[in-house]
């Protein structure tokens, strides 16, 4: 079985320039998160999707993050204008969904991540 | 304030050692996970503890949840450069949240 699957691996760039981060979760996962992993703390999340819908973006500063989940499958997390202090490895995770194993909505696949400079 | 406070930040050990790291918060938790992160990768998670009290083994790694449900321990013994990784405790509310992660490095 495939697992989550993101890219690119690394980007650079400069402050108030744009950037996309692209997702693909593990094949029927119902379920998508974006964390954000800033060098020496644990993830934070960002946004989480159930199938096409937003489930909980509290943390998301909407002023220039944006992410999107159209068919329900893949997703891309946008930062436009990036700062410097969104320099990080953004992660994306899936988790199963279904009704015959309950216990696995609670079990998260992560991808290995784009670690993103600000330059 | 962080929901879920690690100890220690940092340990640095040689091999054959035991070490202990702790997961607390002030919060009660219907469950709670351990997930291990190496250098470029994402998190794997190791365990999920539900009981108050209960431990749970998974080779050389003991994991312990409070009687309160409160905090948790993750007990390492023999330890090889293999466990070399960031150790991060997490539980969920209406989200998933992390705690600040214990950063372990297994000297040969």
């Known amino acids: 079985e495939a697992g989550v699957a993101q890219s690119p691996r690394y980007k650079i760039i400069e402050k108030r320039q744009s950037v996309a981060f692209w997702c693909n979760p593990i094949s029927g996962h119902a379920t998508l998160y974006w964390y954000q992993q800033i060098l020496g703390q644990g993830p934070k999340l960002l946004i989480q999707f159930q199938n096409n819908g937003v489930v909980d973006d509290s943390q998301l500063p909407k002023d220039r993050f944006s992410a999107e989940r159209l068919k329900g499958v893949d997703s891309t997390l946008k930062i436009q204008p990036a700062k410097l202090e969104d320099s990080a490895v953004y992660l994306c995770?899936?988790?199963?969904?279904?009704?015959?194993?309950?216990?696995?909505?609670?079990?998260?696949?992560f991808g290995a991540g784009t670690r993103l400079s600000v330059l | 304030t962080q929901l879920l406070e690690q100890s220690p930040q940092f340990l640095s050990i040689q091999e054959g050692e035991n070490l202990t790291v702790y997961c607390n918060s002030s919060s009660v938790f219907s469950s709670l996970q351990w997930y291990r992160q190496e250098p470029g990768e994402g998190p794997v998670l190791l365990v999920t503890?539900?009981?108050?009290?209960e431990v749970k083994k998974l080779k050389r790694l003991t994991f312990q949840f409070g009687d309160a449900r409160k905090d948790s321990s993750l007990h390492i013994t023999a330890a090889q450069p293999g466990d070399t990784g960031l150790y991060l405790c997490?539980?969920?509310?209406?989200?998933?949240?992390f705690g600040t992660g214990t950063s372990l490095t297994v000297i040969p």
């Open positions: 995770a899936s988790s199963s969904n279904s009704i015959r194993t309950p216990a696995a909505k609670n079990i998260q696949y």
């Open positions: 997490a539980a969920k509310r209406n989200q998933f949240y």
């Open positions: 503890v539900v009981t108050g009290g």
